[in-house]
């Protein structure tokens, strides 16, 4: 009976990882590509072996337990392996091997991602929104059925026939690389679609429904998922992203999930107060200002703001009061004015002009 562990030099209880880090190193010392002697392939043989049984869980404890693997589907050495150098080893170094050997990745690949810029007004940030979008996307082309051919029938290519790798010896190693021809696909096209020129993909544009919900933010990003480029080798569609841009309120101005405005009041509302009618996003609200309100002062509207994305919750907004000064008076509001200024104990002959800027000062 044949000691596997001791052929792969590791423990009894050796992980997968140590096993297939043994079998590496022993394998490159005595594969026939590399070493092309009768000892180095007998000595190969019984390595495949061993790893072939130990590597396989239920083969591994049939083992360990009988000391045999048969009946499981154990090999009988290296006359069963039909690859080679870079087959044998493709469960251990993965992408990296098929990098060093040339061979071309098959594997599914996902589709690139692709991003829309959307630009939508405060009103639609506030409450959501449904666009209609159109993106331009590489898809099959329907001419040549995505061959690229004319005759939808691309030929084998005649530098690797086929295959899409050439051969080539590298001291001990016989190394594939990539066929330049063919790019790795073992076709070329020798009769060129008129309409995608050999590509086999054109930019189709597409209509795609979007719901924006409310309280998106400048930044937003909401995803449309597999709706970006086609996968490569069968794998997925990649996703598209629309990016959220806020249009300029002329009133409004935001900040998080409140937002700002400013109004005005007249000198005598501001002094005696007043109910003054203020514009919000749900309408007209009255807000009291009381008397003798300074010009700069602020007041909250509770849950007038932006909603928080993803919740019932809103932010406020902040009315600023400015205090408007007329330009131009008449006679009649001169005098009124004069009477109060003496009646301020402002006994001095200061012009209008001058009172009014001590009267308010800091509101320019």
């Not at 098959?106 to 810029?117: A, E, Q, W």
Request: include cysteine; proline fraction near 6%.
């Amino acid at each position: 009976m044949k000691d596997y562990y001791q052929i792969l030099g590791v423990d009894r209880n050796a992980t997968e990882a140590e096993i297939k880090k043994a079998f590496r190193k022993l394998a490159l010392e005595c594969h026939p590509d590399r070493n092309p002697s009768k000892e180095a392939e007998e000595r190969f043989k019984e390595i495949n072996e061993a790893y072939s049984c130990l590597i396989d869980p239920e083969k591994r404890a049939q083992y360990d337990r009988y000391g045999t693997a048969e009946g499981v589907g154990v090999g009988a050495g290296f006359s069963q392996f039909t690859g080679g150098f870079s087959d044998i080893f493709e469960d251990i170094f993965g992408d990296f091997f098929s990098a060093f050997t040339g061979r071309r990745a098959t594997r599914p690949v996902k589709g690139s991602d692709l991003r829309y810029d959307l630009e939508i007004t405060l009103e639609e940030s506030a409450f959501g929104t449904e666009k209609t979008i159109e993106i331009l996307r590489w898809e099959d082309c329907t001419a040549c059925g995505g061959t690229g051919s004319r005759s939808k029938m691309p030929s084998m290519c005649p530098d690797c026939r086929g295959s899409g790798q050439i051969r080539f010896q590298q001291g001990f190693f016989s190394v594939s690389k990539t066929c330049s021809r063919c790019k790795g696909y073992g076709k070329v096209i020798l009769d060129p679609c008129s309409v995608c020129k050999g590509e086999g993909k054109t930019k189709i544009p597409r209509k795609i429904h979007v719901k924006v919900p409310p309280g998106v933010d400048v930044g937003s990003r909401l995803k449309m998922s597999r709706e970006g480029e086609p996968g490569l080798y069968g794998g997925p569609p990649g996703d598209l992203y629309i990016v959220i841009n806020i249009k300029p309120h002329e009133f409004f101005r935001r900040e998080g999930t409140d937002i700002y405005c400013d109004i005005n009041v007249t000198f005598p509302q501001a002094v005696l107060g007043a109910e003054v009618e203020v514009p919000t996003l749900n309408g007209v609200r009255k807000l009291k200002i009381p008397p003798g309100t300074q010009p700069g002062t602020t007041f909250r509207l509770k849950n007038e703001g932006i909603p928080r994305l993803g919740s019932r919750m809103k932010g406020d907004q902040i009315v600023t009061v400015n205090v408007v000064i007329p330009k131009h008076v008449n006679q009649r509001q001169r005098e009124l004015i004069e009477e109060l200024a003496r009646i301020s104990g402002d006994e001095n002959h200061m012009s209008l002009k001058d009172r009014l800027k001590n009267i308010f000062a800091g509101t320019a």
